[in-house]
């Protein structure tokens, strides 16, 4: 797991609260899908011994499933949004995926991913339509995390014998890298910010050109004193309209957001953010209800 200060920590958590709350797109689990149910995706250029230490460290049964993941795959899903140097020419991190009980939500570990965060995989596999599961992702050395998300979502279609559309998956990877990016220029914190409150206005405000993305994105990026250019305001666009695209269940929201509250203790141990947090989620629930009032309406 990796280890985060306090700070970075909460803001993590944070982030993928917001996430969960404004795009969780669900997909249909199969009657199949078998709690405890575990798979394991590895990088198909790790040698035989790094597999097997792979194997160890995950603590597995040796009759467990494995696929493997390639680096065709992971420029097939991120190849659009980071460049090639960065995904590299090695498929290496490898992942674990367990069935958890149904409303236990997601939890996310990590070892030796030095790119990619554990919110970051949070909020990519939640945005996919991946839910309760235990998740693992982890290589033999530090590694950028990249083939370990392909290999998560590619796990959870095996275990639940379903399959994510590719809009859904393209659309995850798109989010993380942006949100990523935008963190690296103006901090998590205005990062976060920006795409929480972009996200909100997607439901309420009509959208129908390029014109009107652009002005809601300065708009907001004004008032938070965000100096976005043109290559950042375009990459938005891009995503927000793709993100409006998609069908949200407000149903499966809500029921997120709750399950998260009520769990919220295990998820953090300062009592003065989880106090803050419940608030936060109590208010964002009357909100969701309240949407979902309209639509049926």
Request: proline share 1%; glycine share 6%.
């Amino acid at each position: 797991m990796i280890f985060l200060n306090k700070r970075v920590k909460n803001t993590m958590i944070y982030s993928a609260l917001l996430s969960m709350l404004l795009f969780v797109f669900p997909i249909m689990v199969s009657a199949d899908a078998i709690e405890g149910t575990t798979v394991v995706t590895l990088g198909e250029n790790l040698t035989q011994e790094q597999q097997n230490q792979l194997l160890r460290e995950m603590g597995v049964a040796d009759d467990v499933e494995i696929i493997y993941v390639s680096n065709a795959e992971e420029h097939q899903y991120l190849g659009s949004y980071i460049d090639s140097a960065t995904i590299g020419t090695r498929a290496i991190s490898s992942a674990k995926i367990t069935l958890t009980p149904e409303g236990a939500g997601l939890n996310v570990d990590t070892n030796n991913i030095t790119r990619i965060t554990e919110a970051m995989y949070l909020n990519a596999l939640v945005t996919a339509g991946v839910q309760d599961a235990d998740v693992y992702v982890t290589a033999p050395f530090g590694v950028s995390g990249t083939a370990g998300l392909t290999g998560v979502m590619k796990a959870f279609e095996v275990a639940t014998d379903t399959t994510i559309s590719e809009e859904q998956k393209q659309v995850a990877n798109e989010e993380m890298v942006r949100t990523s990016e935008l963190g690296e220029k103006f901090g998590t914190d205005k990062a976060t910010e920006l795409m929480t409150r972009l996200k909100e206005e997607l439901g309420d405000t009509k959208l129908e050109t390029d014109e009107d993305y652009r002005n809601l994105i300065l708009r907001i990026a004004g008032e938070l004193n965000i100096n976005l250019n043109d290559d950042d305001v375009n990459a938005l666009v891009h995503l927000l309209k793709r993100l409006k695209g998609l069908n949200i269940d407000w149903n499966q929201v809500g029921n997120q957001l709750k399950n998260i509250r009520d769990n919220i203790g295990e998820i953090l141990d300062r009592e003065e953010t989880r106090n803050f947090i419940r608030q936060f989620l109590d208010f964002v629930i009357q909100i969701v209800d309240s949407i979902k009032s309209w639509f049926s309406s």
